[in-house]
């Protein structure tokens, strides 16, 4: 299952998440010009440094401290940074919003060394540097799956050469996901073709944790206005619309989201309105200086009628 997008659109831009992405590139750049294996030995997490005796001396203590943080910063090659920086993408804007710049920053790093502990944990021993961003990642999945269980995950499903599309429910996504995490840890003894899977169950679920003591912290003034700062004046072009259906109206009932901005200057939209197998796409003109409740009609886009004319299709504009 690969995800494309969620369809819970964040409110704010996502700055720290947008710098967190910028700064794993930038160090798999910089990681490729200084010679990757040699940095990922010195700045990868190697559980042996921490639980044997002399093991590795040369190494400085500040640099074996170091290495809790650095590791996440830290991937195997470019595929591997992709699929991390992707998933990232895609839930990360979501919790920043929920959480707030600083405190989702704060939530990240802490994910991200709890998934290296989980992962020293189950591996006290090992000799093989662990690396990655995927333990942070899997913490905000967790924080995710508490968040927006209701969300759906637009996901491609490879079916042989065929490319199947599907919105799946974000708890049954995210449950999926670390089910798949956890078998194959338990198949793998902890760690296998280098993936740590301790790694990824001990941030999901230090993630969802993390999630509630930083629910219970209170907001800072700056918090404030960076979000206002930051908010976005535009949502998602594309939208999916499920409407209400009563069997004895031909009309469909569905919502359109708009931003203040767009509800003040008007907005295009493309309106996705899923019909079993099918899926019909609008072109919807939000009309300057729309209110909220204001329903917009589309003639002759619901139901067949028995006379064989159609109903409507009527979005209900929300603005948030």
Not at 32 to 47: A, C, D, K, T, Y
Not at 245 to 254: E, I, S, V
């Amino acid at each position: 299952m690969i995800p494309i997008r969620d369809t819970t659109p964040s409110k704010n831009v996502p700055v720290i998440n947008n710098i967190l992405i910028a700064l794993n590139i930038a160090v798999f750049l910089l990681q490729m010009m200084l010679g990757s294996e040699r940095v990922i030995f010195e700045f990868g997490l190697i559980p042996a440094r921490y639980t044997v005796y002399g093991w590795d001396p040369h190494i400085p203590a500040f640099q074996k401290q170091f290495a809790w943080v650095s590791f996440m910063f830290l991937h195997g090659g470019f595929f591997h940074l992709l699929g991390n920086m992707w998933s990232l993408y895609i839930f990360g804007d979501n919790v920043e919003d929920r959480l707030g710049p600083l405190r989702y920053l704060a939530f990240y790093l802490l994910c991200g060394i709890a998934s290296g502990l989980s992962h020293l944990i189950i591996n006290a021993h090992s000799a093989s540097p662990t690396i990655g961003a995927s333990g942070a990642i899997a913490g905000v999945m967790g924080a995710y799956f508490i968040l927006y269980p209701r969300s759906r995950i637009l996901t491609l499903i490879p079916i042989v050469f065929i490319p199947w599309f599907v919105e799946i429910p974000a708890f049954v996504f995210l449950g999926l996901w670390f089910v798949m995490q956890f078998l194959s840890a338990t198949a793998a003894s902890g760690a296998a073709g280098g993936i740590a899977w301790w790694a990824h169950i001990g941030g999901f679920v230090f993630g969802i944790l993390f999630l509630k003591l930083f629910e219970q912290l209170p907001g800072t003034g700056l918090t404030k206005r960076v979000r206002r700062a930051t908010a976005k004046k535009r949502s998602h072009r594309l939208q999916v619309a499920r409407p209400d259906q009563p069997r004895a109206n031909a009309d469909l009932h569905a919502t359109i989201a708009v931003t203040p901005y767009e509800a003040l200057v008007g907005a295009r939209k493309l309106v996705n309105i899923p019909s079993g197998l099918q899926r019909r796409l609008y072109r919807v003109n939000v009309p300057p200086g729309v209110t909220a409740g204001k329903i917009l009609r589309l003639q002759g886009q619901g139901k067949p009628r028995p006379d064989g004319t159609r109903g409507d299709l009527m979005l209900k504009v929300l603005i948030s």
